[in-house]
């Protein structure tokens, strides 16, 4: 079965492309059960034969087995028949992500390279990177959403690479499910609490633009919020977009997590050139999407990310305009040394030059956290991802276009 997903096209607007897919999801013969929603799971069932008036009892049982005991063979299932676990094991899986290899940095920061399950039209496997940082009293995950990315930042390793597709549902929650899996995460215990976990909170900050994948994102960050399952509270799980203004109306209503834009510039040339998307949608069309994001308050503010790019955005003048250009919205400001990867000619701001940013900010009241880089030796910082698909062949590349041209 082929399904195709949500993708980007050509944007009319001078100077600026959106990266097209070069393929589309190729479903595996027996699908994963993991990241299905609770009525596409019940109908899951339904296709093996369980009969309507035992779906809630054995969607309940499953979601159990797979979220809060994290069980990767359906034989472990001991509350449910065998004979429905013997259906359950022709038709389905439980397949997460397969870990080839993982970097573990000098500060303890992980980064694995996960291939996705299933088959693809190129016959390569798929593959992205996803980051687990360990912190004093919580573990972020940070999750990737497309296998390349859409945008073509200027400053960001992972914008170098091409668009191959987005991610389903379940890849995005099966990273969240090998990770559990190889920290030891998961429990026995029928109720575990939240402050229990060492994957404590998730951020939507890996590969790919979050909101160009929106249905997948969505699907799947319920999946991981939901109370009787994984159980990550939405106030621990952070989306960030590069500014995709229609979207972030419907990120608030309709999944309801704490929202992180990447500004990195206050002038509108300065900010075609780091993130070419805001020749779309220019900063006062984002600046406005923002102060309308729903539940916006003082308890939940946004996060705008600011990379310091040594003599490009980091004079006191920025600051003073990113102070009044964020005049009303309550916000925090997340100020992030620029982290170097091959091939950039962006440097990194002088030390003394980020706190004298960072006083600006803070004398105007809003909170200015200089992000301390973290997994920068194995390239695992912020906008250092890459995964080894961009390995791929100018050759490889063009067959891959044509296929999808004659599909």
């Known amino acids: 079965m082929t399904v195709t997903l949500e993708t980007t096209e050509t944007a009319p607007i001078p100077g600026f492309v959106e990266k097209t897919a070069l393929e589309r999801y190729v479903a595996p013969a027996k699908p994963s059960l993991v990241g299905l929603s609770r009525v596409a799971l019940a109908e899951a069932l339904g296709t093996v034969g369980v009969a309507p008036a035992q779906q809630k009892m054995r969607v309940q ?29 022709a038709h389905f899986t439980l397949a997460r992500p397969e870990m080839v290899a993982e970097q573990i940095s000098v500060d303890g920061t992980r980064k694995w390279l996960l291939r996705l399950p299933g088959e693809s039209q190129s016959g390569r496997a798929h593959e992205v990177e996803c980051v687990y940082i360990p912190e004093t009293g919580r573990g972020t995950l940070c999750l990737s959403s497309q296998v390349g990315c859409t945008l073509t930042c200027s400053f960001c390793h992972t914008g170098t690479q091409r668009l191959v597709r987005n991610l389903t549902p379940g890849e ?177 701001s ?33 906008g250092q991802l890459k995964s080894a698909t961009e390995k791929m062949s100018a050759r490889e590349r063009l067959a891959l276009r044509a296929m999808a041209m004659t599909d």
């Open 172 to 348: 995005i929650v099966g990273q969240v499910m090998l990770a559990r899996d190889r920290l030891g995460d998961f429990s026995s215990a029928a109720s575990p609490s939240e402050g229990s976990r060492l994957v404590s909170n998730i951020v939507m900050m890996g590969m790919g633009e979050p909101l160009y994948n929106f249905e997948a994102v969505r699907d799947a960050l319920l999946v991981v919020s939901d109370g009787d399952g994984l159980g990550l509270s939405r106030r621990r799980i952070t989306l960030s977009t590069s500014g995709v203004v229609p979207m972030i109306q419907r990120a608030g209503d309709e999944i309801g997590v704490a929202l992180a834009v990447s500004l990195h510039a206050v002038r509108d040339d300065l900010r075609n050139e780091l993130v070419p998307l805001n020749r779309k949608y220019p900063i006062a069309v984002l600046m406005e999407a923002c102060r309308n994001y729903p539940g916006l308050s003082n308890a939940r503010r946004i996060t705008f990310e600011y990379v310091m790019l040594k003599g490009v955005n980091d004079t006191l003048a920025d600051a003073k305009e990113l102070v009044r250009l964020l005049k009303g919205i309550p916000a925090k400001i997340n100020l992030i040394p620029f982290n170097p990867w091959p091939g950039t000619h962006y440097e990194c």
């Open 350 to 382: 002088d030390w003394d030059q980020i706190e004298k940013f960072s006083e600006v900010v803070f004398d105007a009241g809003y909170a200015s956290p200089v992000r301390t880089p973290r997994g920068r030796d194995i390239l695992a910082a912020c």
């Open 61 to 89: 049982q499953l979601w159990h087995w797979i979220y809060v005991r994290g069980t990767q063979d359906f034989a472990e299932m001991t509350s449910v028949s065998k004979e429905l676990r013997a259906t359950l094991d």
